[in-house]
């Protein structure tokens, strides 16, 4: 089955993200099919939390474009301030990116490593063992009447039984390909906190980036105001990773490294900031992804004309497990269901 993407409401919808969705989409827009079919099969055991396997490139990325940036923040851009205000401005930025950046981390870390499995699964499951295949001759779907038969615990009414985790989440949003872990109640608020913390770093980074960028090409003598630059005669050399381990390098390298973390931050900062605004829409509305998303499903027409059938069926079962999103933006897992037809 394909899913058209959702547009997202009113003033978070905007075109390139429309675009993005669509392309990155593509390949995601597909329901696991039953037992047997090509894509994907559900881990034979329950995952605990963002760090089991199966890891997933999308976490890799995550953590590589985190420690790039902070690399680039405090090893490189952040020195470059002037040395007669550093004590203030140099002060600010270190401590606001730091802690910024010193908070991401804390509660990234926590998203990835909580479990965010229903209470009776996290008391009653053992996930060394496997997980039941879904056997469809007896029950109609995997979570009746509040009772998994994967799970085999009864779960409380928001939970879903997510694919890639195999196993019921309490509160569920959404699975979140960057965190390889689902985001549910009790680590929702980390998720969230995950993203305006980066998003915050990431303005701090800018407006550095934009100072360096500005004087570079104004007036250079004020980027070189470290002491260490008094060994350093040549006007096209530069000192990276001031003050413990400097490095000369040449003037297109500092430039080259500008370019890239100045997009990396464009990529973030659009990113980040979208999936940011989606979210306070979502407090706004007292929606989950998830419910966001089915309610666009039941929306959509033209597309999904001929789905229709099979999408009506899908969502008047809200036990029903199903990770909603496609988009790369709200960061989630596609629709998935563990050999399970619905
Ligand atoms: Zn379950
Ligand atoms: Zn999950």
Redesign the pocket.
Known sequence: MLLAPVPLPGCVCLPWASALMDLWGRSWRRVVPEAGGKRPSPPNRS?VNGWSRPLHSFQAVAWVTVLIMAVASFGIFIPFLPRDWKDVAYGVSFTATGGLFFLHLSVHLLAVSID?AEPNVRRKKNYSEPVPTFDRSKHAHVIQDQYCHLCEVTVSPKAKH????N?C?SGFDH??KWLN??VGGRNYWYFFLSVASALAGLLCLTAVLLYVSIQFFIDPAELRTHPCYKKVSNKNTWLLFLPLFPVKVKTPVVLGIGVLVLLLDIIGLLLLGHLLVFHLYLMAKKLSTFDYMTQGRQQQTPRAAAEKEELSVQTRLPQVQR?PSSSPLILC?PGTTPRVTL
Do not use: L
């Open positions: 995952r965010p997510c694919s890639a985790c196993k989440v699975h979140c872990n689902c990770c897992r």
